[in-house]
């Protein structure tokens, strides 16, 4: 198997109005013809300029300034700009992030794919028109679009996320490139989606012999389908290796940090994640010797002052550590020590004290309007009649794709929506139709915390002003105590006190949800809804908030509720757990019981769609037909005409006419463990005893 | 925290804040590396100086007509001559200025704030109330405002006060529209919902939140609103619906000096038609250069 790209010390530079930014600094690789290459690293580390550099599809004022990118024998840096275009599409086809604005929303799809079917085809492969449109259907049919011909006329809106992704490869497949770099390409899909379109890349390396560089941040996502892994931090490659050896005996500090940072599916949920302390290096100022050095616990003096070559440990695995991690036999020295909390594993929550929050067949539907009189002519079901409690003290986890309604459950849970029906009682008082005068008191205890740092936080106020906000709303305290509160929550959630003097954008991602945290803090609240708390953050930065919540909840008795997409960040942090598809919950239980014995089928597809770090692919891989791993196929039905009876059916292996029919009651499967399906996983507790002891707690 | 921290005394968990000052330094950079702009700004110093510190200097009667000095060429008594009437045209252009520019920057402001009240108001309220108050804007919209305004100056008597009312009466429908816009949709962003999360009323997250977000819009609105009540001012006055004689304006001069314009008294043209062209250009530069500089603000949050 020959070298298909070689790329030697490449360097690029991006130019500044005040500093010269070295996004890649000396990045060597090595990607095989057939090859899945993971280039992995955080947000700024320099591996999507790797990639663009490759195609130079470079930002305003970046420039390759040195180094070589060879393809097949042929050197790419110093061709012409015409003949760098001929290589893009035909040699090396590229994949974005962003479904949505990649494609041009006024053509349609069949147009978009048969005019890079004809861009690409150059003259001894000329196309005409109707060649071009039938190889688009083709490439759709490869992809596995499913009814490929028919959605040629579609245009891109009318498409979902997942699908639009298979359209954005089937342009870039046009070609018929030897090379596809994938730049994210799932990291704005759902789990079940991920998995779909990363399977058909796998597929498709396999069926066209391609090598993919396959860009993330997600350690788990290159543990189950990179065949190289390439570490990136600060610019450079920390650590290179084949897959299964450099996850499993990871030599740089920086890997090791990154993997411990995850939470697992065998998380003990006492222990805290390992978090790395600071923030990535600012790399038009690079720190000198080890670039990690800063946040490395490990760093010596040596560190500091000299920079560490890549060294060879196992055939084709090297690293640039001058301490690494040390094997001894078959166990990992490893210095990253967690500290045990104090009580052990899970708390126990009280289920005999009275709920703080009771949620009774809640209904939320968005109403559909038309024509000039805004007429009624339908409704989006985004919550329908959901049901639970939340004890004091307890986290409660909601997760779901995208569509669900788990989000709307949230607002609603902090009176932002109305309900359409059904109750919410807090601390015995029914929130749902209470007004706003005699709400405003009650709100001090339920208070939100968003997912996107940068859209919470007001741009023009300083971070003091918006944290003695909500002080000032619920007059609490005279402007002295205020000032002393807001000293208070910034040591609180690790901030310095000067902090109250900045402004929101002058703090990085995981700075602003500190901020957002203590906001929400601010009230004292008891409960506090966290909507994606740490999806929009780097693994690092998301162990540094998931601890510093998990810290607070001891610390001052909260009660969450954290919605989060993620199953590892909700198993880690909840309870219990509540699943929820298409507006209703369809299993709820003990978080380790659902994420261990899932009951419906959904929760278990779920479950394995979620890729693992032990997960490996050789495990999962077998001899190419391997069993299918999730048992979700396409996509999350429209909340507008939900399917009858059991909505989940569309999607379900286990579906039979029944569940058109009949609409699936939630049924015990153990100590407050529910589930809402007709042939569920294994058998309901059914006899009076055993429901009896599901209900009782403490068994 | 609970890993072995480097400097767990010295170094907050949450990291250092890299401080680089507020929005409005990164603004001001912008705005001052524009050359109109700053052309803009000195256009619009030089004339409001001329005009409301010449007269301490040069001084003229702009109140009683002298015929027999009427329409003379400029001379060194009178460096841009005269006009029909004998008043001095450079004393003359300087009072014109005073009553443009007054009533150009009070139009503006007023329009303004009748326009962010209504656009604000119709924006956070939504639903019915927005509906007629915004269809109320098209209405007034639709008709032709120089109509109106010829017709309200004929039955109103003109003075400074009734010409600021009078523009402003159709000025504050663009701000109210520009305003609306923006409220809705600051009124979706989170740190909005926050506050309604912490039991804020609709008044304090109007004036602490959306019309704070919303004032760069104003502002660089408002640039423009100037320009354009100078130029209505100046379309008024020249139609002969301004200010009543003595008072002097640069339209009516304009108007008065087209009369002679095949007897060749440029001078009593050119002044006033380029003082209006300047004025106007200036503030629009200005106001160009607000609109990029404010860009600068939203690309960096």
Request: one cysteine or more; hydrophobic letters at 45%; proline letters at 7%.
């Amino acid at each position: 198997m020959g070298d298909l790209l070689d790329i030697r010390d490449l360097r690029t530079d991006i130019r500044g109005r005040r500093s010269v930014v070295h996004a890649v600094d000396g990045v060597s690789l090595t990607l095989g013809e057939g090859q899945i290459l993971g280039l992995v690293g955080e947000s700024g580390s320099g591996k999507t300029m790797t990639g663009m550099s490759i195609v130079r599809l470079l930002p305003p004022g970046g420039h390759i300034v040195g180094g070589s990118v060879v393809l097949g024998g042929q050197e790419l840096t110093s061709l012409s700009d015409e003949a760098m275009r001929q290589v893009r599409g035909n040699e090396i086809g590229v994949v974005f992030q962003d479904p949505m604005t990649s494609l041009n929303p006024t053509m349609t799809i069949g147009n978009q794919i048969a005019e890079s079917v004809r861009r690409h085809s150059g003259s001894s492969r000329g196309a005409s028109r109707g060649a071009a449109r039938e190889r688009a259907a083709e490439t759709l049919e490869l992809v596995g679009m499913p009814r490929a011909r028919e959605r040629l006329g579609n245009y891109p809106h009318q498409l979902s996320g997942g699908m639009r992704q298979r359209v954005m490869i089937a342009m870039a497949l046009a070609g018929e490139p030897r090379l596809l770099i994938a730049d994210e390409p799932t990291t704005a899909l759902d789990a079940t989606i991920q998995e779909q379109i990363l399977d058909l890349l796998e597929d498709l390396r396999t069926r066209l012999g391609m090598g993919i560089l396959l860009i993330t941040h997600d350690l788990a996502v290159i543990s189950r389908y990179a065949d190289q892994v390439a570490v990136m931090y600060a610019g450079r490659i920390v650590e290179t290796g084949p897959t299964g050896p450099l996850l499993r005996r990871m030599r740089h500090r920086y890997t090791e940090a990154l993997m411990a940072a995850v939470p697992r599916r065998d998380q003990d949920a006492g222990t805290d994640l390992y978090s790395i302390p600071g923030l990535p290096p600012d790399l038009s100022d690079p720190p000198v010797g080890c670039r990690f050095h800063p946040r490395c616990p490990n760093a010596g003096g040596d560190c500091r002052t000299a920079d560490p070559p890549l060294v060879t440990v196992a055939p084709g695995h090297q690293h640039a550590c001058l301490h690494p991690v040390a094997y001894r036999a078959e166990t990992a020295s490893s210095a990253l020590t967690l500290t045990e909390r104090s009580s052990d594993g899970r708390r126990s929550v009280d289920a005999r004290a009275a709920p703080l929050v009771e949620v009774h067949d809640l209904v939320k539907e968005y109403p559909i309007t038309a024509g000039l009189l805004q007429r009624r002519v339908g409704a989006v079901s985004a919550v329908a009649g959901v049901s639970f409690s939340i004890a004091p003290g307890e986290t409660f986890g909601l997760v779901g794709e995208s569509g669900c309604g788990k989000s709307t459950l949230g607002r609603a849970l902090v009176a932002l929506e109305k309900p359409t029906s059904g109750s919410i009682v807090f601390a015995g008082q029914d929130i749902t139709a209470m007004p706003a005068g005699e709400l405003r008191p009650i709100r001090r205890n339920l208070q939100l915390m968003f997912q996107d740092p940068y859209a919470s936080l007001d741009p023009r106020m300083r971070v003091g002003a918006i944290l003695r906000e909500p002080l000032a709303i619920q007059r609490i305290g005279s402007r002295r105590d205020q000032d002393r509160r807001v000293d208070g929550l910034l040591d609180e959630v690790g901030l310095r006190p000067s902090a109250a003097q900045s402004y929101p954008h002058e703090f990085s991602g995981g700075q602003r949800q500190r901020i957002g945290l203590a906001r929400a803090l601010a009230l004292e609240p008891k409960l506090v809804v966290a909507d994606e708390p740490v999806s929009a953050l780097d693994v690092s930065i998301q162990a540094q908030i998931l601890n510093l919540m998990r810290d607070l909840r001891e610390r001052l008795g909260l009660s969450y509720v954290i919605i989060s997409h993620d199953l590892a960040v909700v198993r880690y942090m909840a309870d219990r757990i509540g699943v929820m598809y298409l507006g209703k919950l369809v299993e709820i239980g003990p978080a380790t019981d659902v994420s261990d014995h899932p009951a419906h089928p959904y929760t278990e597809a779920l479950l394995r769609a979620v890729p693992d770090l032990e997960s490996t692919k050789r495990v999962s891989r077998g001899n190419g037909a391997g069993p299918a791993r999730s048992t979700v196929r396409g996509e999350l039905p429209s909340a507008i005409n939900p399917p009858s009876g059991c909505r989940f059916r569309t999607r379900c292996p286990r579906a039979q006419e029944l569940c058109a029919d009949v609409e699936p009651p939630l049924r015990p499967f153990g100590p407050h463990h529910l589930a809402a399906c007709h042939f569920p996983l294994r058998d309901p507790l059914s006899s009076a005893a055993d429901v009896h002891a599901a209900k009782s707690p403490g068994t | 925290m609970t890993a072995p921290s480097l400097d767990a005394l010295t170094l907050p968990q949450g990291g250092e804040v890299r401080a680089d000052g507020g929005l409005w330094r990164a603004m001001s950079r912008a705005f001052t590396a524009n050359r109109l702009a700053v052309l803009g700004i000195g256009l619009i110093v030089v004339i409001v100086l001329f005009c409301f510190l010449g007269p301490l200097i040069y001084h003229t009667d702009q109140v009683y007509t002298n015929l027999a000095a009427a329409n003379l060429p400029p001379s060194a008594a009178h460096p841009l001559g005269t006009d029909y009437l004998g008043y001095d045209e450079l004393g003359r252009l300087m009072a014109g200025g005073q009553s443009s520019i007054e009533v150009g920057l009070a139009a503006a402001v007023t329009a303004s704030a009748i326009g962010v009240i209504w656009g604000a108001l119709a924006g956070y309220a939504g639903g019915v109330l927005d509906t007629v108050m915004m269809r109320i804007v098209d209405v007034v919209l639709s008709i032709p405002g120089l109509f109106i305004l010829l017709f309200v100056a004929t039955i109103i008597p003109p003075t400074l006060g009734t010409m600021i009312a009078i523009i402003a009466l159709f000025a504050w429908l663009i701000p109210a529209r520009l305003v609306r816009g923006e409220v809705l949709s600051l009124r979706s962003r989170e740190y909005v919902q926050a506050v309604t999360v912490m039991g804020g009323r609709g008044p304090q997250i109007m004036l602490r939140h959306l019309i704070p977000n919303a004032v760069g819009v104003i502002v660089v609105q408002a640039t423009f609103q100037v320009a354009d009540a100078i130029l209505i001012f100046a379309v008024l006055s020249y139609l002969g619906f301004g200010l009543s004689a003595p008072a002097a304006s640069w339209g009516e001069m304009l108007s008065s000096g087209t009369a002679y314009l095949y007897d060749g008294y440029w001078w009593q043209i050119y002044p006033p038609g380029v003082a209006i062209l300047l004025i106007v250009l200036a503030f629009n530069f200005v106001g160009d250069a607000l609109r990029d500089a404010l860009d600068v603000r939203l690309r960096q949050t």
